[in-house]
């Protein structure tokens, strides 16, 4: 299993273009989550989704938009790009229920994608 | 949501034990608390977790005191590989969201 992949891994934006993350998991998890980490500082969940077809916002949803179309993927998308936005994205995905001891809501986390916008 | 306290960093030297402190002083009965680590350049990952009771695992252990206030994630002896930030989280059994704060930054010495 590749687990929780994400791409790309790097991109440069200029201010007021727009792009697209991929999170692909392959581990057949309900719930799918998009967080931002800037530096030195912990992680700030963006919006996740708890089933295909479903989203909700988290923490720090403006400027962003997601959608779970199929179960295994979820986009995170930035319509325009602004210099606040430059930051390391990280996608998790985690099961409903607890499995093997784990808590139900156990994430399992991609490598992240590091978005530089000048 | 209940906040976590924990130092910002802490060194220890390889293969002795480490005791990474969290405080959580508001803490309710609901919540558990949840250990996640971060290795460099790379996302977080699981380490531990618990309710009320001391709990082990192949990675460490977590000591949580008797008023829940505080908890405590042991390594029995640390490795250069557990060099990592270290988050200690609690997680409301109502909702999604974990609330990450800026972590331990764990520092290993050969």
């Known amino acids: 299993n590749a687990g929780v992949t994400q791409t790309p891994k790097f991109r440069v934006l200029k201010t007021g273009q727009s792009m697209t993350l991929l999170c692909a998991q392959d581990m057949n998890h309900e719930y799918m989550y998009w967080y931002r980490q800037d530096p030195g500082m912990g992680l700030r969940l963006i919006h996740y989704s708890v089933g295909e077809g479903t989203t909700a916002k988290g923490e720090v949803p403006d400027g962003y938009n997601v959608s779970r179309l199929k179960k295994q993927n979820f986009l995170l998308g930035l319509e325009s790009a602004a210099p606040s936005q430059t930051s390391v994205y990280f996608c998790?995905?985690?099961?409903?229920?607890?499995?093997?001891?784990?808590?139900?809501?156990?994430?399992?986390f991609g490598p992240g994608t590091r978005l530089t916008v000048l | 949501d209940a906040k976590t306290t924990q130092p910002n960093s802490m060194e220890s030297n390889e293969e002795e034990p480490v005791h990474l402190p969290c405080n959580h002083s508001t803490i309710s009965g609901t919540d558990y608390i949840h250990w996640y680590r971060q290795l460099p350049s790379q996302g977080p990952e699981y380490v531990i977790h618990g309710l009320t009771s001391n709990v082990n695992n192949r990675m460490a252990s977590l000591a949580i005191a008797e008023d829940r206030k505080s908890s405590t994630l042991i390594l029995h002896r640390a490795t250069l590989r557990d060099a990592a930030v270290y988050y200690c989280i609690l997680r409301d059994g109502s909702n999604y969201q974990l609330i990450w704060g800026a972590g331990t930054k764990l520092i290993i010495k050969p």
């Open positions: 998790a995905s985690s099961y409903d229920r607890p499995i093997s001891g784990l808590p139900r809501d156990t994430q399992y």
